[in-house]
């Protein structure tokens, strides 16, 4: 009898915990309706929320916070101005319901969308940027080349390779963003060098294929602050408009997320830069919250695979590390899972409110 009531008590309260903790995504899901308290046209893209999806998909395996419609409503009640997420393959009416949302609250969208990886996936690719056009998307984001360049790969020649393949995935794609007007964002992903990635859109010579410019990304392959900025606003269709905290370290430098206005760069030039060159451009906040990443530029083998990397490089991006020293470097790994997400959640919210008062976004 006594093993009896401990199953049941047991069997209650797990019970007990799973009503408590549904009930709490069914408040979230709540709020995600109601009316923004801060205003800003700053967009989130999903990468932004990615602790919180994860706490919400553990309360309640069937809610994910990055369906198209779910992300747009919860960048609307945080403030922001739009959102950058995948998008996929919609139905009609889906598509209907996400672009008159974002209609009604003058909210505009980004989709993320994989190039054709070979003539096999054309059709794929095709069907996606269909789905963008019918939203009515800014710009359709994109990468060509996979990971950190230093990191990724082992030899020039294996980077050239990718590289490779990344212009022929371009060049698939091209004549169907061509033909269905979709603007075709190419992110500098900490792959190409400046010099490399307008050398490769000179290439292309495509009205529909352009940059979503990173504004941090650039630093880790020594291109500089402001100079990758000034070289890709032209080309602008998007903007991950982020700051980074630096800080020197034995093998080269911490490179972290943080806060917009937290960091060590001067947002208001970039925003200047772009603006100049692309008045009507949206941007997109960028904000991983994570450990800072080691850029190990003073070894060896950070440069296998960038031989057109000079001392003058390198000696331009110590001396900005060393004048510009991040106050703080958020350390992530060793908070709970709980902490991390209150941190996500406050890191977007100081950079909306950054945006709308300091940036006039």
């Not at 169907?176 to 603007?183: L, M, S, Y």
Request: a neutral charge; hydrophobic letters at 40%; one cysteine or more.
């Amino acid at each position: 009898m006594k093993q009896s009531l401990s199953v049941n008590r047991r069997t209650a309260i797990r019970h007990m915990g799973a009503v408590a903790a549904c009930a709490a995504v069914s408040s979230i899901q709540r709020s995600i309706a109601a009316e923004p308290v801060i205003r800003t046209g700053i967009g989130l893209v999903i990468y932004d929320c990615n602790l919180r999806r994860k706490w919400m998909s553990q309360q309640n395996a069937d809610f994910d916070l990055f369906e198209p419609r779910t992300f747009l409503k919860h960048c609307h009640r945080l403030g922001a101005g739009g959102m950058q997420a995948n998008l996929g393959v919609m139905k009609p009416s889906d598509i209907g319901e996400l672009r008159d949302f974002a209609e009604q609250h003058e909210l505009f969208i980004d989709a993320i969308i994989k190039p054709p990886e070979n003539n096999g996936d054309v059709s794929r690719f095709d069907a996606e940027i269909v789905t963008a056009r019918d939203v009515g998307v800014q710009a359709a984001r994109t990468t060509i080349i996979p990971g950190r360049r230093y990191e990724r790969f082992k030899s020039l020649a294996e980077f050239r390779e990718f590289e490779r393949r990344g212009q022929q995935m371009l060049e698939r794609a091209a004549p169907i963003v061509e033909k269905h007007r979709v603007p075709f964002a190419v992110e500098n992903h900490k792959d190409q060098r400046i010099e490399e990635r307008i050398a490769l859109f000179k290439h292309l010579d495509n009205e529909f294929i352009g940059a979503c410019i990173d504004t941090g990304n650039s630093f880790a392959l020594l291109d500089g602050a402001y100079e990758p900025i000034e070289a890709l606003a032209p080309y602008a269709f998007t903007v991950h408009l982020k700051d980074q905290a630096l800080k020197e370290h034995g093998e080269g430098f911490l490179l972290g997320d943080i806060p917009l206005g937290q960091g060590s760069f001067d947002l208001k030039r970039m925003v200047e830069i772009i603006r100049k060159a692309k008045p009507n451009v949206k941007f997109v906040l960028e904000l991983i919250t994570r450990d800072a990443l080691m850029v190990p530029c003073l070894t060896d083998d950070f440069y296998s695979t960038m031989p057109t990397a000079r001392a003058s490089d390198l000696a331009r991006t110590m001396r900005f590390v060393s004048q510009h020293p991040a106050r703080e470097l958020q350390q992530v790994s060793t908070l709970s899972p709980d902490a991390q997400v209150q941190l996500e959640d406050a890191n977007v919210a100081a950079s909306i409110q950054y945006a709308r008062a300091k940036l006039g976004l």
